[in-house]
């Protein structure tokens, strides 16, 4: 017995010596200080029969950790493993941008048995390189890590799923995660009714050079919360690098103003694979300026995401919650919280 404060120390250790390239491993379990709320443990969830248990069953997740969405992303972990059959085979990839060992004690208490790794996102990455955008949250280095998701995943990660924090998911998430991407680098719903004008400036549509970047595509938003991708043809591809330089063309002539979405629609938009929208259904934190509630889209649906201002967990709190927002409060895990699975 005297011999594990020496192992808790040394455990310590290893994760703040553990670097991007092979990520860090479950810790030492601990109470989470008052710093980072406090969550409910969550049910165990385990592996059906027909589950397999092969590095090609593994399904894999990126989501950036952030400690003031850690309350969304323990409720988008906890929905993502309640509703998936083979719960055992999915594993977690989280980013963040430093060591907060708080955040990490409380994932490993939450969710004891959990499959994840987590990598430092280095802020350095897209330093001067972030555009001003019309809400702060956009701006934040986080917010532009899927952007450098191939190089900073192992190479044994094939494909991955990334997913925001500020959504929860109500079908298994298998039945997206094996969409056949017919040779494209990237799976998303898209949303062709949508006014793809307004994602860009009248700079941009007015210089015919810049507008020509869609000549022979048929360019339709789709909402970077929500995709699966093709590691090694992004690396193959050098994306990262087309994303970056239409960042550049922004930080010289203002020509879009929604933070990392627009230059992936630069880079993408009319050459996806387009899923079906049940898998985003997106919006439901209202714009970006004021986040006013939003009634769902009809039609099935398998993932709600509160993308815009409004954020459920702060409404829920604020006690005056849009309709949309009940339907997540089932998997919030905090503390306090009365709205719970499981007591």
Not at 30 to 59: M, Q, T, Y
Not at 147 to 154: E, G, H, N, Q, V
């Amino acid at each position: 017995m005297a011999s594990l404060p020496l192992l808790g120390f040394l455990s310590l250790l290893l994760l703040i010596t553990s670097t991007a390239t092979t990520g860090i491993r479950h810790a030492i379990i601990r109470k989470p200080s008052s710093d980072v709320p406090i969550f409910r443990e969550a049910p165990a969830f385990r592996n059906g029969d027909i589950c397999g248990s092969s590095a090609s069953d593994r399904i894999h997740i990126a989501m950036t950790l952030d400690a003031n969405y850690l309350r969304g992303t323990m409720a988008a972990v906890l929905s993502i493993l309640q509703h998936s059959t083979c719960p055992d085979n999915v594993e977690f990839h989280f980013l963040w941008r430093k060591y907060e060992p708080e955040v990490l004690v409380s994932i490993n208490s939450t969710f004891p048995y959990l499959n994840f790794r987590v990598y430092r996102f280095h802020s350095d990455r897209v330093r001067g390189k972030i555009s001003k955008s019309i809400r702060q949250a956009l701006d934040q280095p986080l917010n532009y890590a899927r952007i450098y998701l191939a190089d900073i995943l192992p190479a044994d990660v094939k494909r991955v799923l990334y997913l925001d924090s500020d959504l929860v998911v109500v079908d298994d998430i298998a039945k997206l995660w094996e969409v056949d991407l017919e040779g494209k680098v990237l799976a998303a719903p898209e949303y062709c009714h949508a006014n793809f004008t307004k994602y860009f400036t009248d700079l941009f549509w007015s210089d015919k050079g810049l507008a020509s970047t869609f000549d022979g595509r048929q360019p339709c938003y789709f909402n970077t919360g929500v995709m699966v991708v093709d590691v090694d043809k992004w690396r193959q591809g050098e994306y990262t690098q087309k994303v970056e330089e239409w960042m550049a063309v922004q930080k010289q002539n203002r020509i879009y103003t929604l933070g990392s979405l627009p230059p992936f629609l630069l880079v993408l938009a009319g050459n996806i694979k387009a899923v079906n929208h049940r898998w985003n259904q997106h919006g439901l934190g209202g714009d970006n300026l004021e986040g006013r509630c939003r009634s769902l889209q009809p039609g099935p649906i398998s993932l709600l995401h509160w993308s815009g201002k409004g954020k459920p967990w702060l409404r829920l709190d604020s006690r005056k919650p849009c309709i949309v927002d009940n339907l997540w409060a089932p998997y919030d895990l905090y503390g306090s919280s009365i709205n719970s699975l499981e007591e």
